[in-house]
């Protein structure tokens, strides 16, 4: 079992994570985010690694609860690592989170990424058990 | 794995910039986004032991400028403190829905 502490103090669950690409790699605080479908990760970031849009598999829509619609792209990104796991070339979503500019986030952990999880919270230890 | 150019550049950043504990970090660097190189970070702790700060802004739009701009070394990207709260905002980062279009 791994044990992962979070801060309970933010607003919201964020956990870092490793991300590679062809020119670098980067540690990310990403939200834990089960109401997200795909990862995603500010464009910026993708850029820096050494991605751009044209190595995108695919060009994405986002919808959120407001309606609000965001375009973006997908790029299969070399590894990403999470908790002591790796996900090679997995497809994560590039996006601009310009909205979120104040906030202390680089991106969206997503379902696709947690539904291969098994954990616990424990919130009120502020701790993420991974089994 | 860091080419020959970016170790080069990596060690001469940390030759010239002394490693910070967290806690100095946060002292001399609230409510900043900062780029950590040469960093220790307890596998599963919210934050890092101690870091150099290569890169650092105020806002993330000016921090990834220099990022951008800068050479592209390996690092870990934090914002420093909590940012300002509102009491008539709620955070909330999910997004329902991604499809491709």
């Known amino acids: ?131 | 794995m860091l080419t020959f150019k970016q170790r080069f550049i990596s060690d001469i950043i940390k030759a010239h910039m002394k490693k910070l504990t967290w806690q100095e970090i946060c002292e001399q660097h609230d409510k900043e986004w900062v780029h950590l190189i040469d960093y220790d970070w307890t596998d599963g702790q919210p934050y890092p032991n101690s870091g150099v700060v290569r890169i650092h802004a105020k806002t993330r739009k000016e921090f990834n400028k220099l990022i951008l701009e800068g050479e592209p070394i390996s690092g870990a990207r934090i914002f420093v403190g909590h940012p300002e709260k509102s009491d008539d905002l709620i955070m909330m980062g999910n997004y329902m829905r991604i499809t491709c279009a």
Do not use: W
């Open chain 1, 1 to 131: 079992m791994r044990l992962i502490h979070f801060d309970r103090s933010q607003e919201i669950p964020i956990v870092d994570a490793l991300v590679f690409g062809p020119r670098k790699h980067e540690r990310l605080r990403l939200v834990f985010d089960s109401g997200c479908g795909k990862t995603q990760v500010d464009t910026c970031v993708i850029e820096s690694i050494g991605y751009s849009v044209s190595n995108s598999i695919g060009v994405t829509v986002v919808k959120g609860p407001s309606g609000d619609m965001q375009e973006g792209y997908l790029v299969k990104v070399k590894d990403f690592q999470l908790f002591g796991m790796s996900f090679s070339n997995m497809e994560i979503g590039a996006h601009d989170f310009d909205q979120f500019a104040k906030y202390e986030i680089d991106g969206l952990l997503g379902f696709d990424v947690i539904k291969q999880l098994r954990f616990e919270l424990d919130g009120p230890e502020g701790l993420l058990k991974i089994y």
